[in-house]
């Protein structure tokens, strides 16, 4: 069976709203701040649990997320051992005959920003979200990722440049998703920070 690596990507230090977030969203063991995290997207879903078993057999570390659909499956694995996480990364990949430079370079698919929102706006997407709330008068920052993996190092990378609030975020199926609020110049150093990030990340452009 062929297997597409479409999103591998380490996230250093998770920070303080991604790590609660993951913990109160995912349903495996939970990671503290401060710890690295390592996501992996392939493609089939399916394939995702031979490589949480090759992470788990060759590493200490522990998976919060694993997520399995039929065209995606989605991997998280966390220690506060940074590397102890590149090493099942490494794992991963010598288990895929794959190389981290096969993975699929993220794409923005949305990125916008909404200023002052309304009061029934905020209302319509705290009612929706597992994070913070969104106060009227705040701004909020709209992200979509493809692969959808990578939104995750995005809102890590955003948190760490800007006092900002994560109001949802998910990893995974066809697009990532993001949405961050806060105030304006907040939320503007975050947009940058995210855009950046994942600028930085080499990889394979698939053709359309």
Request: aromatic share 6%; no cysteine.
């Amino acid at each position: 069976m062929a297997i597409a690596l479409r999103t591998f990507v380490i996230l250093d230090s998770l920070q303080p709203q991604l790590a609660s977030f993951i913990g109160k969203t995912a349903r495996g063991f939970l990671p503290l701040p401060g710890m690295a995290s390592l996501f992996v997207e392939i493609a089939p879903g399916i394939a995702v649990n031979r490589v949480t078993d090759v992470a788990l057999k060759a590493t200490t570390v522990a998976p919060a997320i694993q997520v399995v659909e039929r065209a995606f499956g989605l991997l998280e694995v966390h220690d506060a051992d940074q590397g102890a996480v590149r090493s099942a990364g490494q794992a991963i990949l010598a288990d895929l005959g794959l190389e981290e430079g096969q993975r699929i370079k993220p794409r923005i698919a949305t990125n916008q920003v909404i200023r002052a929102i309304e009061p029934y706006q905020a209302q319509i997407i705290n009612r929706d979200s597992f994070g913070m709330m969104i106060l009227p008068g705040d701004s909020l920052f709209i992200l979509e990722t493809e692969p959808a993996g990578y939104v995750a190092y995005a809102a890590n990378e955003a948190e760490k440049a800007a006092n900002v609030k994560l109001v949802e975020v998910r990893p995974f199926g066809a697009f990532g998703r993001l949405w961050m609020s806060g105030t304006e110049s907040e939320i503007d150093s975050a947009r940058a920070a995210a855009i950046a990030a994942l600028e930085g990340i080499d990889g394979q452009t698939p053709s359309r």
